[in-house]
């Protein structure tokens, strides 16, 4: 069973679209995250979710729309692409406070997002 | 605000020799520390965590870090790598008092391992 999964593995599409990466969790996990990797490898935090509720919103242009229906699902919606946004997206998730277990993070296979 | 680096850019070494791998971080309150492996063309793993009590770590596949407050570091060691050890990896740090659950990534190290 795989914990946190997320779709599609790879994207490609041109300038100027709009597309959605979906991610699911079942590890009962209150909170979810999107990361981005870039060309060099770098991750940096984008967005997190805590129960349904924004709780991290870092400089992220506002073309990018985080979407979480409910605790298990956390979805990134990114309107009029740009060449800059190709990278490799990664959806987490991971419990915040101690008292409900682990703080590790788990993360998906990534989605490769390449625009042309 | 809070950085972490890590030294090692790219690292070749040969099946059997030793590994350590430089993090250090800044910030001067309770931290949780982490080191992550990304396998080509695979997802990050947690190979190993410190939230607290003994500093010296042990993780998966042989993996250990020492958290040494002093120094902010978190170095990672393996006595003996092996050629499936070839990856990326990440240190991280969570600042224990945010309650956020985010993480601040190091800038990765390449890990070659030469058969």
């Known amino acids: 069973d795989t914990a946190v999964s997320q779709t599609p593995k790879y994207l490609v599409t041109q300038m100027g679209n709009d597309k959605s990466i979906k991610c699911e969790q079942n590890?009962?996990?209150?909170?979810m995250y999107w990361y981005k990797q870039d060309s060099k490898k770098f991750l940096k935090i984008m967005f997190s979710y805590n129960n349904k509720e924004l709780i991290i919103n870092e400089t992220v242009p506002n073309r990018f729309s985080p979407k979480s229906p409910d605790k298990a699902h956390l979805n990134l919606h990114i309107n009029s692409l740009e060449l800059g946004d190709s990278a490799v997206y990664f959806c987490a998730s991971s419990h915040i406070l101690r008292s409900a277990g682990n703080t590790e993070a788990f993360f998906g296979q990534g989605t490769r997002l390449t625009v042309v | 605000a809070q950085s972490v680096s890590q030294h090692n850019h790219h690292v070749i070494l040969s099946e059997a020799a030793s590994l350590e791998l430089g993090c250090n971080y800044s910030y001067g309150g309770t931290v949780n520390l982490f080191w992550y492996v990304q396998y080509p063309g695979q997802h990050l793993q947690l190979l190993l965590k410190?939230?607290?009590?003994?500093?010296l770590v042990k993780g998966i596949k042989g993996f250990e870090a020492e958290f040494i407050k002093s120094k902010f570091s978190f170095n990672l060691r393996k006595p003996s790598v092996q050629w499936s050890d070839t990856a990326e990896y990440f240190c991280a740090v969570n600042v224990g008092s945010s309650n956020t659950g985010k993480l601040i990534f190091g800038q990765g190290t390449t890990l070659q391992v030469k058969p």
């Open positions: 410190y939230f607290s009590g003994d500093p």
């Open positions: 590890l009962g996990h209150d909170t």
